[in-house]
């Protein structure tokens, strides 16, 4: 991080902390609800970066799986250009080696899993599996901080597989609540703990919006980088990993549509990649950033209204 950089969001973190304490009960917070989609939600980093420039901090973040990862980088310290840094290595994940071999997406899938089965067999042959990975790199990027003592008000939300139920996190170690959010089914293992199983919350809730205005939000703006769902012929479920794939597709769809209206701003960014197409992260941070821009005014306005 640059020294210029740092001095700057540490001052709109103070400022914020401030505005926080004292806007209590005010009902002049707005918030910045960040939605779940893969490779899609990598433009909420662009998104945070063209607010940053504008001197507008976010009193209160909400978000999943995807959404949650880059609203709670942000909200630990991390400037937009970093998490951007941290992103590019997805660059090189098998999931992007699947894509970069240009196979339909059903085949694309089967193969991912596939390797992804192999390559687990093959770690613990080799005994070099040691706990979870994914909550290890969380624990290191973001350490022992708690949610409840951010200066930005952070929540994420998960599903609890054990009683059906969305679940929120608004206290307790940051880097448990993002590996909970993040668990896409059948690509990303289940979080477990507090007797728990938790898997990505845009399952029932993709866009928090509820949590946000529970947090104290009074206005939310939402970066909406859903892509609609769409028609596909009878033909294609061939079997029974793409009938699965595509009943996820639908919930997610769902848990998107019926919440959206809560929100006070939307801004439709339409990243066209795929959900696992971590090979372009700099275009889709573009984009949310340019789109962000062109809206300023609007989220400004927004930022500062009195109710």
Known sequence: ?????????????KKTEENRSRSKG???????????????GLAHIGVLEALLENDLVPPVITGTSMGAIIGGLFAAGYLP?????????????????????????????????????????????????????????????????????LSIRFGCNAVDLISGREVSFTQGPLYLALRASMAFPFVIEPARFSKMLLVDGGLLNNVPIELARKLGAKRVFVPDVHRPLKKVSAKSFNSTLILVHRLIQVVLADSTYSKLPQADLIVPINPKVDTFDFTRVSQVVRLGKNITEKNIQAIKSLAARDN
């Open 1 to 13: 991080m640059k020294k210029a950089e740092s001095i700057k969001l540490n001052k709109l973190l």
């Open 26 to 40: 005010a009902g002049n917070n707005w918030a910045l609800v960040l939605m779940g989609g893969g490779a899609r």
């Open 81 to 149: 250009r970093e998490i951007e840094e941290i992103s590019h290595e997805l660059s090189y994940s098998r999931l992007a080696k699947v894509r970069q071999a240009k196979l339909p997406i059903p085949g694309k899938l089967v193969d991912f899993f596939l390797l992804e089965s192999y390559q687990r067999k093959l770690i613990r042959r080799l005994g070099e599996e040691r706990g979870d990975v994914l909550e290890k790199s969380l624990r290191q990027l973001v350490g022992e901080v708690l949610i409840q003592n």
